[in-house]
């Protein structure tokens, strides 16, 4: 099945719009991303920034209340300046005047160690407590002498009096004055020292919770953000909710307080924190922020808490991803628009040299292109057209030129007939003398055979009647050496046979001892004259065998010379056959050459025949080819 055929336009449009469009979406994709990002980096570093904001708030209005008690704490250091009616009396106006002019007390209190104030004074314990606290409307005062026992006690006052150092307490229920029982307040205490550094007394400001409501409610960088202060004692100072105000924080974080642990036990050693964590109880995401709060850089043990969702962080964000997409899709629509119109402009020009080409292609030299453009697809409507003159010119000049072809070639197709004619001649005449001079030469190559086979046997002859001899030689000398052995043993036989014969008579002179030992003497001369026997008849066969060889040896002495003579008469008729042999093949190779030269030549002249004949042929062809191009004469 044929694929659908696309234009140069739709193509354009098609491939450059798709890949502007791949790019455009990455950019945009991209953009969008780092904006997001960004818009969300921002988001958390403005949460971020109003948590440390308000915990420099809490901490400046922290720092202006200890300040005061600083100032107390100052003044009363000089009590001993004073006698004690004149003391007491001007240490309460100054406790008065302080809690009048500050609206956001609870109370101001001073605590004097009774032996700091008597020196005779030798118990444990024992203070004296100078309270002026806020009754509704109304400034009252609370004055008592407590505590006077060496008995172990614990409390709020005994703990900043181990501790000797400003603090700030954690939330607590205030429990000595009826007014404020049952109010959730905290406190900031500073000592009282002497030049020594001994705790005489203290200091001690009452702050109600609400104040720090009131600051946590002002904690809103974003809609639905939550805020809170949690004290040291893990108990909740104020909170956005203020009916969690005293509520245990982990408490009511429920299952979500182990991811609160790590953060909220980091920033209690005087760092920042944040994090992310999913809600129980709604499945939301939230941001964390959280803040050490301080006294003149002092830790507190202390924290500021931000928590804003991630949806409500996200929203700015997510604003800008729409802009951006929006502003991406029209920028887009633009691009498609330029990018049709660039399309039409570059396919325009190009379509009307595919048609030109065409025209050129059906044979119609005599078209014409009219593009003019300063560019490259002007250069080349410019090249089309050259070419197609220049075409032109080529095909008058083909056209005139087959003419001339055909012509030549018919008389080249007589000419090569008759060259034909005689090399096929030639060729059988060749043929017959290559086939008679191989024959001869075949005979003479065996002749030169059977002579080097003749010479081979008779070389083999000659050296086989010298071996003999050489055999022949060797053996008369063995069988003299055999007669010279024979004789020394049968004179060892004839002795052995003496021997025999003593050891006979010397046995019998023994009588029956010397019985046996003449049987082993008649014996040996058993043996001796046996030995001696075979001697002889060995002598004699050598002597007889001796006779023999040495009268082969002169016949093949005598036949040697002749032997050697017809050996030499083979080898020169050998010589002769192979410089025959070799003159004769030098004959035959050259009488092939011209065989096969004569073949080459009447191969080459019918070949030349029938191209001769396809020249013609040809020639017909072109000019028939030709006449499909239209050119103007």
Partial sequence: MRRKRLNLKVKLNVYILSAATVIYCLAIGYISYRLNSIAYSNSIEIVKGSTREYRNKISDELNVMMESARTLRNVFSTHKKYQPAQRDAFFETILYSNLEKNPDFLSVGLYWELNALDENYNKKNGRIRNIWYRAGNQIKMQKAIVDTTNSEIKGIYYTARDLNKEMIWDP???VVTKELEGMLMTALFVPIQNPAGKFEGLVGIDISLTQMNKLIAGIKPFEEAISYIVG?????????DQTLTGENFFETMGTDSTVFRTSYNQVKNNSSSSFTYNNFSNGEEYFVSFEPITIDNQPTNWIIGVEVPTRVILKDARKVLIQAILTGVLGLILLYII???????????IVKGVDFAKSISAGNLSTKLSVRQNDEIGDLAESLSLMANKLTTIMREIIHSSEAIANSSLNLLESSGRLSEGANNQA????????SMELMLSRIQLNTLNAQETEKIAIKAALGIQAGNEVTKAMILSMNNIAEKVTVVGEIARQTNLLAINAAIEASRYGIQGKGFTVVAAEIKKLAEKSQSAAKEINQLSSQGLHQAQETAQKLLDIFPDIEHTAKLVQQIAASSLEQKISSEEI????????????????????????????????????????????EE
């Fill in 172 to 174: 607590y229920y205030d």
């Fill in 232 to 240: 040291g004692n893990q108990m909740i100072v104020a909170h956005t």
């Fill in 339 to 349: 990018i049709y119109f660039i399309a039409v402009k570059i396919s325009d020009p």
């Fill in 428 to 435: 059988a005449s060749s043929e017959e003398i290559s086939t």
């Fill in 588 to 631: 035959n190779q050259g009488i092939q050459q011209l065989n096969l030269v004569t073949q080459q030549n009447a191969e080459s002249s019918f070949e030349l025949s029938i191209n001769s004949k396809d020249i013609s042929e040809q020639a017909e062809n072109l000019k028939n080819l030709v006449a499909y191009f239209h050119v």
